[in-house]
Every structure is written in structure tokens, then in C-alpha cells.
């Protein structure tokens, strides 16, 4: 038999995506600038530092059953972020003045509280 027909197996040894890859987890990654804006509306405003790219999935008002419907953009970059979040409907429950945290959750299914103050 000639070695013409030798197949070769390879095994992946790293299958994750690397658009998640790294050594920290994510929230480690995101630092506030200044406290958020809460807005009454239902729009949260945040002012983020990224050491690098993460990837939001979801945001939620700590200790409230308020949870995001949509993030823009849904991803940090390397450096300043301004994110804004909307939540469904009026945040009735929450007033003027008072200190809340948004957890924001990463790809990686990790959280990262930020502090924000409720607006008009």
C-alpha cells in the first residue's frame, strides 16, 4: 500500500468563540465614568470605560422587575462608551433623586453593577 491514503485526524482543542475569549470575565472589563441617568421614561443612559470589547446581552434595575428591551449599541468598545438602554414602558415605581444600579450582563453571563441616578 502507498501512503497516499492516509487521513489525518486533528483535534479541536478550543472551540469557544473569540468574540468571548478572555482571561478575565468580561465585567472585569467595564469601569463607570461618572454616575448613569435613569430618565422615568424607561431610558437609562451610561458613561463606560472598556479595557476591551465586550458584548451586552441584557440590563436589569437592581431590586426592580424592570428589564431591557433593547441596548445600543449591544457591544463596548476598547475606551469610552456612552450606552443607552430603553426598558419597556414608564419606571413608575422608581423616584426622582433616589440611587439605583443597572446590572448589565455580559456574553459571558457575567454582571457588572453600575450606579445611575433616576431623573425626571
Same mark, same amino acid.
Not at 468580561?26 to 431610558?43: H, S
Not at 458613561?47 to 449599541?73: E, M
Given at each position: 500500500?502507498?501512503?497516499?491514503?492516509?487521513q489525518y485526524?486533528?483535534?479541536?482543542y478550543?472551540?469557544?468563540?473569540t468574540? &468571548?475569549q478572555?482571561?478575565y470575565?468580561?465585567?472585569? *472589563?467595564?469601569k463607570?465614568?461618572?454616575v448613569?441617568?435613569? #430618565?422615568?421614561? @424607561? !431610558?437609562v443612559?451610561?458613561h463606560?470605560?472598556s479595557?476591551?470589547q465586550?458584548?451586552?446581552l441584557?440590563a436589569?434595575?437592581?431590586?426592580t422587575?424592570? &428589564?431591557?428591551?433593547?441596548?445600543n449599541?449591544?457591544? *463596548?468598545r476598547?475606551?469610552y462608551?456612552q450606552?443607552?438602554? #430603553?426598558?419597556? @414602558? !414608564?419606571?413608575?415605581?422608581?423616584?426622582?433623586?433616589?440611587?439605583?444600579?443597572?446590572?448589565?450582563t455580559?456574553?459571558?453571563?457575567?454582571?457588572?453593577g453600575i450606579p445611575?441616578?433616576?431623573?425626571?
Amino acid at each position: 500500500m502507498s501512503g497516499s491514503n492516509t487521513q489525518y485526524n486533528y483535534t479541536t482543542y478550543n472551540n469557544k468563540p473569540t468574540s &468571548t475569549q478572555s482571561p478575565y470575565p468580561q465585567a472585569n *472589563l467595564v469601569k463607570y465614568l461618572k454616575v448613569g441617568e435613569v #430618565y422615568l421614561n @424607561g !431610558m437609562v443612559r451610561l458613561h463606560l470605560y472598556s479595557l476591551g470589547q465586550v458584548y451586552l446581552l441584557s440590563a436589569q434595575i437592581d431590586g426592580t422587575p424592570y &428589564t431591557s428591551q433593547v441596548i445600543n449599541p449591544p457591544y *463596548l468598545r476598547k475606551g469610552y462608551n456612552q450606552v443607552t438602554i #430603553y426598558f419597556s @414602558g !414608564m419606571l413608575n415605581s422608581l423616584r426622582v433623586g433616589e440611587r439605583v444600579t443597572v446590572m448589565l450582563t455580559t456574553a459571558d453571563k457575567d454582571t457588572v453593577g453600575i450606579p445611575a441616578i433616576v431623573l425626571v
